[in-house]
């Protein structure tokens, strides 16, 4: 079998200041008499037959040469910055320029740019020329980022620099949306220092509100006046740039506006990460409304240190308080209202209900009870579990036991304080199984192992108490146990699976346990 290998990129061809020109694919600096104007780029042959904005790029940041209605930009937004490194920030204009040159340098050579995924790994079967294709395959990744970020720094030097330095205070998908506008009208740029959830919402938007908006921002008109031709409240103006995102899901959601505002005065965290987190949590616990989402507002900070864990949370207790309103509800009342799609939520299982001045102890307590209760009221909790595929096993100063019962799912959810129960169909269906890893009599982790094919494993996800994520050592531990390939013992399949490579699109929905 024929061997191939990488010759090694002529960095000093590739590394024009102005055009840079592989095969198909071009990327140029865009000048007139004024000089540099921006940046452009036309995709090589593996694009073909994608959307016009996918083969043809242009990002402009020269005031004068910006227009109302870009075509050009579909749904691939600027982000205005270098690049860090190659595989973050995917959906921006820069990734795009970053990645297609990547595969334009590896097409030159002959090589397709996934090649590695098939049979041959790194395109080759011999150890030694797989570990120096890959040496030479990341010196072209390093070179296609490089060149992108030098034609990037080229072309960000005809931005104002107050325009530039303000759209970077606002996540990615929002900048160049806020950098336009913010270059057509000084008074806009005031406004987006001020209040920036107002200004990103004149500024992402098209319509007859806009355009009246930014006439009487122009006019000097009080900023109140402006909010509430755009609906939005005034307490909004305490969100930083980057939480607009999470502060335009909760405004959009059925609660209150009265009642929002209010909560926002009275507990919203003054640093960014901690108004996402805070925001997003109140988005979630504004599905169910009531006094939930005022518990949520006081408490959030303290059920999880990251939005992941937050929200995990958040979503748990959620489940146990709709069956506490359900639960105060007549039953003649109930009754009623099950034929219109009001499904039985566990609310016979409630032995005290919710109130908002509840702490978070005895939140976590009364729901790990009721989640407990309402796993083993479920009719097949009597059917055994499929086999465990592993047995108990000790790895440094774990004990890592399999939970081969529903009342030990049940258990360890309640004790951890989280949802396990929720992967109980999955257990039965031979895709996961679960292990607690304990030190002596202290639970640690809960571990989710799913299949990679017919004969391997893999771990889905593995949490602490709360969902909480763990530390990088006792994930090491736990990766070299679920690697010891000669201790597992996979079931067979009755009916054929999916591909393991085909992998669904997340969603909001999917979370820990």
């Not at 925001?279 to 518990?295: D, F, H, I, K």
């Not at 990766?479 to 669904?504: F, H």
Request: charged residues 20%; contains cysteine; proline residues 6%.
């Amino acid at each position: 079998m024929q061997e191939i290998s990488f010759e090694r990129p002529n960095l000093n061809s590739l590394h024009s200041h102005s055009d840079i020109a592989i095969g198909d694919y071009r990327a140029e600096l865009l000048t007139d008499t004024a000089g540099i104007y921006g940046l452009a780029f036309h995709g090589c042959d593996a694009l073909d037959g994608q959307p016009n904005y996918l083969r043809s790029q242009h990002i402009l940041v020269r005031p004068d040469r910006l227009v109302e209605h870009d075509g050009a930009q579909g749904c691939i937004r600027p982000i205005l910055q270098p690049l860090p490194r190659l595989k973050f920030l995917r959906h921006s204009a820069e990734h795009l320029i970053a990645d297609q040159l990547l595969t334009a340098m590896l097409a030159r050579v002959g090589l397709e740019r996934h090649g590695r995924c098939a049979d041959q790994g790194w395109w080759s079967d011999v150890p030694s020329i797989q570990a120096a294709n890959r040496r030479r395959f990341h010196a072209y990744k390093r070179s296609a980022l490089a060149i992108t970020n030098g034609l990037v720094r080229a072309a960000l030097t005809s931005a104002p620099p107050d325009a530039l330095m303000l759209a970077r205070r606002f996540p990615p998908y929002g900048r160049y949306s806020i950098y336009r506008a913010c270059t057509r009208s000084r008074r806009l740029l005031q406004l987006a220092d001020a209040f920036p959830f107002l200004a990103y919402r004149i500024a992402a938007q098209n319509s007859h509100s806009v355009k009246e908006a930014m006439w009487l921002i122009n006019s000097g008109v009080k900023l109140r006046t402006v909010a509430g031709l755009m609906q939005v409240p005034m307490a909004l103006r305490k969100v930083k740039p980057g939480a607009i995102g999470a502060a335009g899901t909760l405004l959009d959601s059925d609660y209150e506006i009265e009642n929002l505002c209010e909560l926002i005065h009275a507990a919203l965290p003054a640093d960014t990460a901690g108004q996402r987190r805070w925001l997003r949590a109140l988005s979630w616990a504004s599905a169910l409304g009531g006094p939930y989402v005022e518990w949520v507002a006081r408490n959030s900070h303290q059920l999880g240190d990251t939005n992941e864990t937050t929200i995990a949370q958040v979503a748990d207790i959620r489940d146990w308080v709709r069956a506490c309103y359900i639960s105060g509800i007549p039953r003649h009342v109930q009754r009623a209202l099950r034929p219109r799609g009001l499904s039985d939520v566990g609310e016979q299982h409630v032995t005290r209900p919710f109130s908002p001045d509840m702490s978070i102890a005895t939140v976590r307590d009364l729901c790990g009870q009721w989640h407990e209760a309402v796993a083993l009221s479920d009719p097949k909790t009597t059917v055994p579990l499929p086999s465990p595929w592993r047995g108990p096993d000790t790895i440094d100063a774990l004990n890592i036991t399999p939970l081969d019962t529903v009342a030990a799912i049940a258990a360890e959810g309640r004790a951890m304080h989280h949802c396990a129960a929720v992967l109980i169909a999955k257990i039965r269906e031979g895709d996961s199984y679960l292990f607690s890893a304990r030190e002596g009599e202290t639970r640690i982790a809960t571990v989710e192992v799913g299949r990679v094919g017919e004969n391997s494993v893999s771990i889905v996800q593995m949490r602490g108490s709360c969902n909480a994520l763990l530390p990088k050592p006792l994930q090491a531990c736990l990766m070299r146990w679920a690697r010891q390939k000669d201790k597992w013992r996979l079931p067979n399949r009755e009916i054929p699976r999916a591909s393991p490579w085909v992998v669904a699109a997340p969603c909001d929905d999917d979370l820990p346990f």
